[in-house]
């Protein structure tokens, strides 16, 4: 057996024997200062990733480090309170192998979040935006021998993200008097936040908004099969410029994404209640 599949089997029975005969519908990667969403979950089993084995740690600024099983508008879901980073030294396998372990266990539709930087200049911090489309600048998680349980060897990512699922957000937010942005995010390694003539590159190629995150999980998920939804949470404006009124700072990003989370949250919520 291809030992990456070995890896991926033994975490999930691990999981199964933690959680029972129950199936998740829906998974969730909860980003940067989101993890509010796991609070509103009726946990019937709370999981350190340190206990999953072949799990990495989440070191990131506001990732706890659990996966959640329980119940949220209705639905058997699971969530991960964290996820892993490219930045932290770990590989693409570890990156997204929680997102295998979700296909596993069940897992149909996948919710991604993250904090990002807005490079749109009609962004502003504190704004949602829908995910309609990537831009990757990071490895691609399928580079290497092709895993065949999951997935075909060459994926389209024509529609990464559901297009349904994008509309009945919309639909969900107007409903709720939410504003929402739509955009293109593209994801880099960092840890470094952008130069500015990086800032003006990305804006220049299509991108609204940026992040370290992402889009490994969407790109494996959509290899499993899975409908995606994505949302990031404009916690900075990228700098565009050399002026230092405008740096970033990590703990800002945290602040501002917990207080956006209480609206992403609701979304989410309603959109898993009407799968």
């Given amino acids: 057996m291809d030992e990456r599949v070995q ?11 933690r959680i029972g005969e129950m199936q998740p519908e829906v998974g969730i990667v909860l980003g940067s200062g989101l993890g509010k969403l796991a609070e509103q979950i009726e946990a019937t089993a709370v999981i350190p990733y340190s206990d999953i084995p072949n799990f990495v740690q989440s070191t ?12 949220l508008s209705g639905k058997f879901v699971c969530a991960m309170q964290g996820r892993f980073h490219y930045y932290e030294g770990y590989s693409m396998e570890q ?16 919710f991604v979040s993250n ?16 995910i309609k489309d990537h831009i990757n600048l990071l490895p691609n998680p399928l580079i290497g021998k092709n895993m065949d349980e999951f997935g075909t060897r060459f994926p389209d990512l024509t529609v990464a993200y559901d297009l349904d699922l994008i509309e009945k957000a919309e ?7 939410f504003e929402l942005r739509k955009g293109v995010y593209i994801a880099n ?4 936040y952008e130069t500015p003539a990086e800032v003006r590159f990305y804006s220049l190629i299509g991108a609204d908004a940026v992040g370290m995150s992402t889009v490994p999980e969407v790109i494996v998920g959509r290899h499993c099969g899975m409908r995606v939804f994505g949302m990031s949470v404009v916690t900075n404006i990228s700098n565009s410029t050399n002026k230092l009124e405008n740096l970033n700072d990590g703990d800002d990003v945290v602040r501002i994404a917990d207080q ?15 799968l």
């Fill in 7 to 17: 890896r991926i089997e033994e975490a999930a029975q691990y999981i199964r024997l």
């Fill in 60 to 71: 990131a600024l506001g990732h706890k480090g659990n996966f959640i099983f329980g119940y």
């Fill in 95 to 110: 990156v997204t192998l929680p997102i295998r372990v979700m296909s596993l266990l069940g897992v149909k539709c996948l």
């Fill in 115 to 130: 904090a990002c930087g807005g490079l749109n200049p009609e962004y502003k911090v504190g704004d949602l935006m829908i």
């Fill in 171 to 177: 639909t969900v937010a107007a409903a709720l008097g």
């Fill in 189 to 192: 390694s960092g840890p470094s």
């Fill in 260 to 274: 956006a989370a209480t609206r992403m949250s609701l979304i989410f919520s309603k959109l898993i209640e009407i």
